[in-house]
């Protein structure tokens, strides 16, 4: 059979509530070239009946129904099961505008890229109108908006400044389709790791290292839901799951020989995520969770890979007070206030 131009990856756990948008939202898309896989991790919820009752009607729609594994396996399932030319992800309580997918796909096939990207949509509920509130992000400005990018040291040393900040961005790995091939050869995938826990942040830092076309636009396309309490951005039991997130990032680009060049803007990648998951954390998690930080950067001040030109002024006096600070402080725990609102 021929392969269809997306596979848009869906991975579902106990979304009930949300999932009937998110679908209605991916069968309704203005590109009917797709395949849609719904991969069931183990819901104990209404969630996999309402799955089963949308592929009734769209035989574009495949169900993986496993046990609960995880994010991470769901989604390396879901990539393995996928035929796409391009690969799209949908998480179950977002949903997309109907053009996303086939605007995207234009954009990636006209440019010959790896990867096409866009803006989203930060959605809520208001509880007087039960509808949403968007206010589209503006992380990809129209000075950025449709070109064509590959990393510096490779075909285009020109525009340097704007593939760093491709680092900076939230990982948003949603917002952007992945050509599948190119994620194939460089074996690029998700680290199996329990629950939901930053499991994004490897998929995209791998993608961001080893694509050689990238192409932005500045329209969004998709609604990110920051309301819903179960999202795993509220969760911060899996505190050390993004130290192995980024260990396995050391690791990937070392077996790539990327990782002298890479390694200042994973190093301040991974200052923003830590510091922010430190933010999350209880008292007494947060204690030993900052030991593990201090022990990591001052081993990248060692081997020279914090880059001051790769931290806002704000982002180095922050970095500086962990490294030198003797004891664990509350102190600490008010610089993301500070970051945010700088006077």
Not at 266 to 271: H, I
Request: glycine share 4%; proline share 6%.
């Amino acid at each position: 059979m021929k392969a269809p131009l997306v596979s848009l990856l869906i991975p579902i756990y106990n979304v009930e509530p949300y999932l009937d948008q998110a679908l209605s939202s991916a069968v309704s898309q203005t590109l009917k070239d797709l395949e849609i896989i719904c991969i069931n991790d183990g819901s104990t919820d209404n969630s996999l009946n309402i799955i089963k009752s949308y592929a009734k009607k769209d035989p574009r729609i495949i169900i993986i129904d496993k046990p609960n594994s995880g994010y991470g396996d769901s989604m390396n399932q879901g990539l393995k099961k996928a035929q796409g030319k391009y690969i799209g992800i949908l998480e179950p309580d977002d949903w997309l505008e109907s053009n996303a997918l086939a605007t995207l796909y234009t954009l990636a096939k006209e440019h010959e890229a790896d990867v096409a990207r866009g803006n989203y949509y930060e959605s809520t509920t208001s509880s007087e109108t039960d509808r949403p509130l968007d206010k589209k992000t503006t992380l990809i400005s129209n000075h950025d908006a449709n070109l064509p990018l590959a990393p510096a040291w490779f075909d285009n040393p020109s525009h340097p400044k704007l593939y760093e900040k491709l680092f900076r961005l939230p990982p948003a790995i949603w917002s952007a389709i992945y050509r599948r091939d190119f994620l194939l050869e460089n074996n690029i995938s998700f680290l199996p790791t329990p629950g939901a826990s930053y499991q994004d942040l490897g998929f995209n830092f791998k993608v961001l290292a080893t694509a050689q076309r990238i192409v932005l636009t500045d329209e969004a396309f998709l609604h990110y839901r920051t309301d819903n309490a179960n999202s795993s951005v509220h969760n911060p039991g899996k505190a050390l799951c993004v130290v192995e997130e980024y260990a396995g990032i050391a690791d990937f680009l070392e077996e790539r020989n990327l990782l002298k060049s890479l390694a200042p803007l994973m190093s301040a990648a991974k200052f923003r995520n830590y510091h922010w998951n430190l933010q999350r954390l209880d008292h007494s998690l947060a204690k030993d969770f900052y030991r593990t930080m201090r022990s990591e950067l001052r081993l990248a001040a060692q081997n020279h890979w914090l880059k001051k030109s790769n931290f806002t002024k704000f982002e180095w006096l922050a970095l500086q007070g962990v490294l030198h600070a003797p004891i664990f402080t509350k102190n600490l725990l008010n610089f993301r206030r500070r970051l945010r609102h700088p006077k």
